[in-house]
């Protein structure tokens, strides 16, 4: 706002506005003054409703939110099934990793003997 005419900062500037303000009122004629308080009646008999209560998207929107949660939930706290691998291919690995281990054991401990042989 404008500092030259910030009420705050003169009082006496707004004590002379709301004297030219009631002096103005006092010289409306009598029909200015009839239509001014019929539109004060109407506005004043004008029932207040809350406004976001009646927003049609509102519901929609919250449906929508409340679905959304609830799909989320469920494809999280489901597990998928997990494939089942046949035994025979667990032999597989395994018989052909141990044997290779065997094979490396077999040389460490070779190794060891010879260093403690001489």
């Known amino acids: 706002m404008n500092s030259k005419y910030d009420s705050d900062k003169d009082p006496t500037l707004l004590n002379q506005v709301v004297d030219v303000l009631d ?3 006092e ?3 009598g029909r200015t003054l009839s239509r001014l308080n019929q539109a004060r009646h109407r506005a ?3 029932p207040v409703r809350p406004r976001w209560v009646n927003v049609p998207w509102l519901k929609a929107g919250a449906l929508a939110a ?5 799909v989320n939930g ?3 706290f489901t597990t998928p099934e ?3 691998l046949t035994t025979d291919d667990f032999e597989f690995v395994i018989t052909n990793d141990d044997y290779e281990l065997m094979q490396d054991l077999d ?3 070779w190794m060891i003997e010879q260093e403690h042989a001489s």
């Open 44 to 46: 004043l008999a004008t």
């Open 66 to 70: 409340v679905i959304l949660a609830l």
């Open 23 to 25: 002096q103005s009122i």
């Open 74 to 76: 469920w494809m999280m």
């Open 82 to 84: 997990l494939q089942t």
């Open 27 to 29: 010289h409306l004629d």
């Open 107 to 109: 040389f460490f401990t």
